[in-house]
């Protein structure tokens, strides 16, 4: 009963996660092409700073105990496809952890990316979600 607990913690939390990986990209995107001392960029740094504080980094740690809790339980650490996951989680985190970093530099006024660049950016979950849910899914090597 305990892993179908992990297990259903770990789908929601990895759900409210990869919203905001969704998410953030868009609003650094609008964040951008606003005005630097206008009310609309005060109002993208609020909303920025509150999807980081209320739905992201909560969820980044859960998802991480939560999955590594399972991992054990299951004693698949050694297993290559569980490898691979970790690895892509892994680069999620250090994802989440820039968009949260380029929140703080459009926050200071520093703009070093395009909205095209930011645009591309966006699609780095949409890329590491579906190979990581084969992998669990499949759990082929």
């Not at 504080?53 to 740690?61: D, G």
């Amino acid at each position: 009963m305990t892993y179908l607990w992990l297990k259903a913690g770990h789908i929601i939390f990895v759900i409210f996660w990869m919203a905001g990986l969704f998410m953030l990209p868009r609003f650094l995107v609008y964040h951008q092409e606003a005005a630097p001392d206008s009310p609309e960029n005060a109002k993208w740094i609020e909303r920025e700073g509150k999807l980081l504080k209320i739905i992201m980094w909560p969820s980044l740690v859960l998802v991480w105990v939560l999955g590594l809790s399972l991992a054990f339980t299951l004693d698949v650490l050694a297993q290559g496809w569980f490898v691979l996951k970790l690895a892509l989680v892994l680069a999620l985190s250090v994802y989440h952890f820039w968009l949260a970093s380029y929140a703080a530099k459009l926050a200071r006024g520093e703009r070093s990316l395009s909205g095209k660049q930011l645009r591309l950016l966006n699609e780095i979950p949409g890329i590491a979600v579906p190979v990581i849910v084969v992998l669990v899914v499949l759990k082929s090597f």
